[in-house]
């Protein structure tokens, strides 16, 4: 009969279309796992600014970024008058001025402060040259320990730094003079090279600092010296400065007065300590997703991003989580890599599986899942066809053989 025909015909049509659409919805939801993986690779490279300074604050002076607390402007602007900064637009362009003015801040970091120090060289000849003095105070902060060095430039001298204490400070360091004084000796002979090329202990040479100092003098005294031996280098000059400084061979040839870099240690010493700091929640400086951390130079705290974040710590939504899967390949090659807060998890297409190694990652063929598989897609044909079977079976069945890879097991077999 043809229109019995005719209807079994439109049956099968209707029940491969289906299929095709099961198929297609299939492979889609496969491709869109690998595009999604593929695309937050490629997405950015890392370099996403985070903020620095509070809503509404300028973030810069010149080409000093400005994070805060540190701060310019409304009062709001930075935590309290010790990170200040006044931007002064004078001629040679903007320069940012730290504590009432007194420092210009070179750079200013999460970790420290570059300020510049005013230091003194005398040149002249006579027997009262060499000794010499000066004294830096009110630095905001106390000056690193680790990050800077005493250096002493001059013929037969010793050079040294001393704390010296303000009148309303308490000696930090009644164990002794050692750790308030530091100094070392500079000697020049008739083959020292002067001025020296670089800081070796002939012509100059450089020390350790006293640990946390605000205020600080500088000295110099002429050291016994034998008369057939001296040279006659005019200059004399100590200065604490940034140990990593690269222009110090320019500083050691120069006859006039000059600044110098110092690196501060800087640090939210309203309280002592972190365990201090947290007991009053209210003047916590730490946002969230960070954590304290004692200051070594003085009292007070720093923040840190906690693992898996990047930010000022200092903002209270400044730490932001890392998008670790933008380095590529993060998971492995192929693998795919999935952001999470703070961290990430590294994962395969639906039919592999992760194979973990020490010199990277991999997903292979999923050999129980691919059978799982199989047999999951078996019944969805058997359904098919048994559903199918009552009306036309054969038509029907003949269309699944051709349109299928896959042996299908017939229901009556
Ligand atoms: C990151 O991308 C930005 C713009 O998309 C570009 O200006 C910058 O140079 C890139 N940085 C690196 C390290 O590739
Ligand atoms: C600010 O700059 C002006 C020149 O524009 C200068 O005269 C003044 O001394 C500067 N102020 C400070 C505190 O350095
Ligand atoms: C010592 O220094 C003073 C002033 O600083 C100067 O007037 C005097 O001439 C110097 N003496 C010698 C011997 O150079
Ligand atoms: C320089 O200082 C040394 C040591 O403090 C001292 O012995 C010497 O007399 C001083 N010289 C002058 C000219 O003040
Ligand atoms: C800096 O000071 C600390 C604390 O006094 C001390 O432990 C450390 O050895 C010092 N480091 C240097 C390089 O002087």
């Not at 010296?225 to 320019?250: G, L, M, Q």
Request: glycine content about 8%; charged content about 20%; proline content about 6%.
């Amino acid at each position: 009969m043809p229109s019995s025909l005719s209807v079994i015909r439109r049956l099968g049509n209707l029940l491969f279309r289906l299929l095709m659409v099961i198929y297609a919805l299939e492979a889609e939801e496969l491709a869109a796992t690998r595009t999604a993986a593929t695309t937050s690779v490629s997405i950015v490279n890392g370099t996403s600014s985070h903020k620095i300074a509070k809503e509404g604050c300028e973030d810069r002076c010149g080409n000093v970024m400005i994070p805060y607390p540190f701060g310019m402007g409304n009062s709001n602007c930075y935590r309290d008058v010790r990170f200040k900064i006044s931007c002064n637009y004078s001629n040679n362009g903007p320069v940012a001025l730290l504590n009432g003015d007194r420092y210009e801040a070179l750079q200013i970091t999460l970790e420290y402060v570059r300020i510049n120090i005013f230091a003194p060289i005398h040149c002249g000849y006579g027997s009262n040259i060499t000794n010499t003095s000066y004294v830096v105070s009110d630095i905001p902060f106390p000056v690193s320990n680790t990050s800077n060095k005493l250096t002493v430039l001059g013929c037969n001298i010793y050079g040294s730094v001393t704390v010296s204490l303000q009148t309303d400070q308490v000696d930090p360091s009644s164990a002794g003079l050692g750790d308030r004084f530091k100094g070392c000796p500079s000697r020049c002979d008739k083959h020292t090279a002067v001025p020296p090329s670089h800081c070796s202990g002939y012509g100059c040479c450089k020390t350790r600092i006293p640990n946390g100092l605000t205020s600080y003098t500088v000295q110099t005294s002429s050291l016994p010296v034998d008369t057939h031996d001296s040279t006659s280098y005019p200059c004399v000059r100590a200065f604490v400065i940034d140990r990593e400084f690269s222009k110090i061979e320019r500083l050691l040839s120069s006859k006039s007065d000059s600044f110098v870099p110092v690196i501060l240690d800087w640090a939210i010493n309203d309280v002592m300590t972190c365990k201090e700091a947290q007991t009053y929640h209210s003047s916590y400086a730490c946002g969230r997703n960070s954590y304290c951390l004692e200051s070594h130079s003085g009292p007070g705290y720093h923040c840190k991003c906690s693992k898996g974040y990047a930010g000022n710590p200092y903002l209270l939504d400044g730490c932001q989580d890392i998008d670790e899967c933008n380095e590529p390949d993060k998971c492995g090659k192929d693998v795919i890599c999935i952001n999470t807060p703070g961290s990430y998890r590294c994962s395969c297409p639906p039919d592999m599986k992760l194979e973990i190694f020490e010199l990277g990652n991999y997903c292979t063929p999923d050999e129980q899942r691919l059978l799982a598989d199989q047999k999951n897609k078996r019944r969805l044909h058997n359904i098919v066809v048994i559903a199918s079977s009552g009306i036309g079976g054969s038509i029907i069945v003949i269309l699944l053989l051709a349109k299928s890879k896959e042996p299908i097991p017939l229901p009556w077999q």
